[in-house]
């Protein structure tokens, strides 16, 4: 269908008018990391305060929220997250990010908006200023939620533990989307397990460094660390059933500055995904398992040390809500789960109400996908589709006014 450019004023100071597709490549433009995403939440912020949102800022450090209360009835929450990923774009579009920053560890990297939360951002604000517009339509409570720290599933943690559900009150349920690059512009839905749970290590496994030419008197950390690397590949092949799901990757593997020195440590950075939290259980038992037993056999002077990176729930949908917000969206399309990870299901599980949470199909199947520096969701008809759901989904959970 043609784009559908939604003039919705960005509510700012000098009172500029800009349309959702201005809006969305100006966040392109600015992309900003887990829990620096000050520019985004300041926008966010403008958005729900010139629609009439009471607005609430700083909360998990960088989260945004805005209530819009129309009425007696329910309040439903309905999600954005704004970080992006530290990496360098490559898709040639003109407003393209050449944004280079520093990251947690103080180290320089490019930023790009490579899993579509720019989108998401976009698709809320525009949702939020129609709902408001069109108070006739609903009744009850509309909590919007801009989230950090998505990409590291911190964030959600962060807005509920700062006290999110006191600034807002307790939701009757919790709404979101994801863009995924299936059906242009569709609603992609699942009952049950969603996205799988997802947990990432460092692992620093501690030799005894010296000359590369007297490995004799030495532990060398790398051998042991590519042991460990080989040995763990057997967890998914040799110790869960082919029935369940589950992934181990290792990521990174670090060690060493010089090519004739034997290092004192190397690092690996591993994950873990499953749709099953027990199969999740025993992956992650497992690697410690195999890492401790590899230390072991090569003599380690002391233990491996584990850091947790990050870990996500299982994203599990509610049955009755998610059969009822697919007979609403249209058109929609059914899918598998997902092996990626989300902390959207937090703000469910903490208030302990039904969520729903769905795809967006933003690019023809086969395009580059979410985390590729080639990613570029088509603005028409992903964009007008996804104010559309978000809004069409409220409508729906709500009751209509009188």
């Known amino acids: ?69 129309n009425g007696d009835g329910p309040a439903a929450l309905v999600r954005a997250d704004m970080d992006a990923l530290p990496l360098r774009e490559d898709t040639g ?35 939020a200023a129609e709902l408001a517009r069109d108070t006739g339509s609903w009744q009850g409570t509309v909590i919007a939620v801009f989230q950090p720290a998505e990409e590291i599933g911190a964030g959600a943690r962060a807005m509920l533990d700062d006290g999110l559900y006191a600034k807002t009150g307790v939701p009757d349920l919790a709404l979101g989307q994801h863009v995924l690059p299936w059906s242009t512009g569709s609603v992609l839905y699942r009952s049950g397990p969603f996205f799988g749970a997802a947990e990432s290590w460092d692992v620093t496994l501690h030799g005894r ?8 008197r030495t532990v060398d950390p790398v051998v042991m660390a590519a042991s460990a690397v080989m040995r763990l590949q057997a967890l998914v092949a040799r110790e869960i059933a082919p029935a369940d799901k589950g992934v181990v990757t290792v990521s990174r593997l670090r060690a060493g500055h010089a090519e004739n020195i034997i290092p004192d440590t190397a690092t690996i950075t591993l994950n873990f995904r499953a749709y099953d939290p027990d199969v999740q259980r025993r992956l992650t038992e ?57 902390d959207f299901g937090l703000f469910g599980t ?7 949470f769905w795809g967006l199909g933003c690019a023809p199947e086969g395009s580059p996908g ?7 969701p088509r603005l028409d ?20 006014r009188g």
């Not at 300041?42 to 607005?55: P, R, Y």
Request: glycine residues 10%; hydrophobic residues 40%.
């Open 1 to 69: 269908m043609a784009m559908t450019i939604l003039h919705v004023r960005r509510w700012s100071t000098d009172n500029a008018v800009m349309t959702l597709e201005e809006l969305y490549k100006d966040l392109h433009s600015h992309p900003e990391l887990a829990f620096a995403e000050h520019r985004t939440a300041g926008i966010a912020a403008e958005w729900l305060a010139g629609a009439g949102f009471t607005v609430t800022t700083g909360l998990g450090g960088t989260g945004v929220a805005g209530v819009l209360r």
């Open 93 to 127: 579009l003109d407003f393209a990010s050449d944004v280079v920053t520093d990251d947690a560890r103080g180290d320089r990297t490019p930023v790009m908006h490579a899993c579509g939360h720019d989108l998401h951002v976009t698709c809320l604000c525009g949702a």
């Open 209 to 216: 460094g010296g000359h590369g030419s007297q490995p004799e």
């Open 286 to 342: 497992g690697a410690r398992r195999i890492i401790d037993a590899e230390a072991a056999a090569s003599g380690a002077p002391r233990p491996p040390e584990y850091a947790v990176l990050s870990s996500f729930p299982v994203t599990v949908n509610d049955d009755a809500l998610t059969a009822r917000l697919a007979a609403a969206l249209e058109p929609s399309r059914e899918i598998d789960p997902i092996m990626g990870s989300e």
């Open 350 to 356: 903490d208030a302990g109400v039904p969520s729903c």
């Open 370 to 376: 979410i985390h590729s520096p080639q990613f570029a």
């Open 381 to 400: 008809p992903t964009l007008p589709a996804g104010v559309n759901a978000l809004a069409t989904a409220v409508r729906e959970v709500l009751p209509p």
